[in-house]
């Protein structure tokens, strides 16, 4: 099992710009999340997904849109990018009950 | 909305000792889960203990053990005979029910010295 698959690792991205950061995961759980995680801010969360079809926003949505038309796949696009969404971007996945496993984070700059 | 205060921002302790991370949170939620995540300076996040709230007994796992105190809306961690390997940023993290949203403090950092 691959568990939660991220791409790119890293990326600088100029103010404006969009993109899509990719997140799979090959465990079939239910759950998907994307955070971002700043430094002394923690982790925060962006949008959640209950499922394929199904998705809600999270703490800092803005600037974000998602989509989850598969149970597998759960990529995050930045429209239009700013120099605030400069982060570490962290997708994770679960079943029901049990712990996210996360993949192993994007970083992300917007000059 | 639920919250989760971690108000050690940094602590230290000595290989082989014993160290507490404090944790507490608020909801007004009855059916929920804690967790504890581990960062190491790899960035990748690891989970390293969970709780279901409906039981009341502690959680363990080999070295790490944790004091839920449902009333009080604590849920501490104990790192017992700490290891280097043990140096790392230490979440807690809510989720409210079997399937919610996880919400995470702001992390303590930890560094076992030798």
């Known amino acids: 099992n691959a568990g939660v698959t991220q791409t790119p690792k890293f990326q600088v991205l100029k103010t404006g710009q969009s993109m899509t950061l990719q997140c799979a995961q090959d465990m079939n759980h239910e759950y998907m999340s994307w955070y971002r995680q700043d430094p002394g801010m923690g982790l925060r969360l962006i949008h959640y997904s209950v499922g394929a079809g199904i998705t809600d926003q999270g703490e800092v949505p803005n600037g974000y849109n998602v989509s989850r038309s598969t149970t597998e796949d759960f990529p995050l696009r930045l429209l239009s990018a700013a120099p605030s969404q400069t982060s570490v971007y962290f997708c994770?996945?679960?079943?029901?009950?049990?712990?996210?496993?996360f993949g192993s984070g994007t970083r992300l700059t917007v000059v | 909305a639920q919250t989760v205060t971690q108000s050690q921002p940094e602590m230290s302790v000595q290989e082989a000792e014993t160290v507490t991370l404090s944790c507490t949170y608020d909801t007004s939620e009855n059916n929920y889960y804690l967790f504890w995540y581990k960062q190491p300076p790899s960035r990748q996040m690891i989970l390293v203990i969970r709780?279901?709230?409906?039981?009341?007994q502690n959680a363990t796992e080999n070295r790490f053990s944790v004091n839920f105190q449902k009333a009080a809306k604590s849920f501490s961690l104990k790192i017992s005979d700490s290891q280097l390997g043990d140096t790392a940023m230490y979440f807690c993290a809510f989720m409210k029910g079997p399937g919610g949203k996880l919400i995470f403090g702001q992390g303590t950092e930890l560094s076992v010295k030798p």
């Open positions: 994770a996945s679960s079943p029901q009950g049990y712990g996210y496993t």
């Open positions: 709780q279901e709230a409906y039981k009341q």
